[in-house]
T-cell receptor, first 114, second 113 residues
Framework: GENVEQHPSTLSVQEGDSAVIKCTYSDSASNYFPWYKQELGKRPQLIIDIRSNVGEKKDQRIAVTLNKTAKHFSLHITETQPEDSAVYFCAASRSGTSYGKLTFGQGTILTVHP | DGGITQSPKYLFRKEGQNVTLSCEQNLNHDAMYWYRQDPGQGLRLIYYSQIVNDFQKGDIAEGYSVSREKKESFPLTVTSAQKNPTAFYLC????????????FGPGTRLLVL
């Protein structure tokens, strides 16, 4: 089955800096890669996703890049703000198939210091 | 994700007791899931269901049971066989296949008395 490794496990940045979280996956057939943000005690919420037919997607201060050859994808947050502090999870799946469950990474605790 | 509700928000279980966590969605999603999250940990899949009256075990199904009698509902029972049930339980749903975007409910925190 799919295996997703996420790094780093914790990340501390100063407000205004950029933050990068990287995930690697094992199943070369995976084609869907979402990122979730989870604030303390709350539900995970989808913040951005990318499919294997594109290499990069951007939404305001958040971007995701995908390297299918190397089987890794990354979340980039620019101009970080204290409200970006949360746990971020990446995931991968074979979207469009009956057996392609989402497999989640272990999460990254991002702390943005004012 | 506002269309997924879980109840109760907090649940207390006594030794040897079975407890049931509720999950309801009005998004007309076909697939539903249950995850367990331990403090500082990731999401582990307990059970999932792609259609009514059908469900599959996830990675940590032992000590849990589910039913899917209606499209909107996917209750999870934590049985007495689950020896370490204290965790945050999240329900999710998605359109169609399990590999699609999942939307989460607000969660139920289960504590053992």
């Amino acid at each position: 089955g799919e295996n997703v490794e996420q790094h780093p496990s914790t990340l501390s940045v100063q407000e205004g800096d950029s933050a990068v979280i990287k995930c690697t996956y094992s199943d070369s057939a995976s084609n869907y890669f979402p990122w979730y943000k989870q604030e303390l005690g709350k539900r995970p919420q989808l913040i951005i996703d990318i499919r294997s037919n594109v290499g990069e997607k951007k939404d305001q201060r958040i971007a995701v890049t995908l390297n299918k050859t190397a089987k890794h994808f990354s979340l980039h947050i620019t101009e970080t703000q204290p409200e970006d502090s949360a746990v971020y999870f990446c995931a991968a799946s074979r979207s469009g198939t009956s057996y392609g469950k989402l497999t989640f990474g272990q999460g990254t605790i991002l702390t943005v210091h004012p | 994700d506002g269309g997924i509700t879980q109840s109760p928000k907090y649940l207390f279980r006594k030794e040897g007791q079975n407890v049931t966590l509720s999950c309801e969605q009005n998004l007309n999603h076909d697939a539903m899931y249950w995850y367990r999250q331990d403090p500082g940990q990731g999401l582990r899949l307990i059970y999932y269901s792609q259609i009514v009256n059908d469900f599959q075990k996830g990675d940590i199904a032992e000590g849990y049971s589910v039913s899917r009698e209606k499209k909107e509902s996917f209750p999870l029972t934590v049985t007495s066989a689950q020896k370490n049930p204290t965790a945050f339980y999240l329900c999710a749903s998605s359109i169609g296949h399990p590999g699609e975007t999942q939307y989460f409910g607000p969660g139920t925190r289960l504590l053992v008395l």
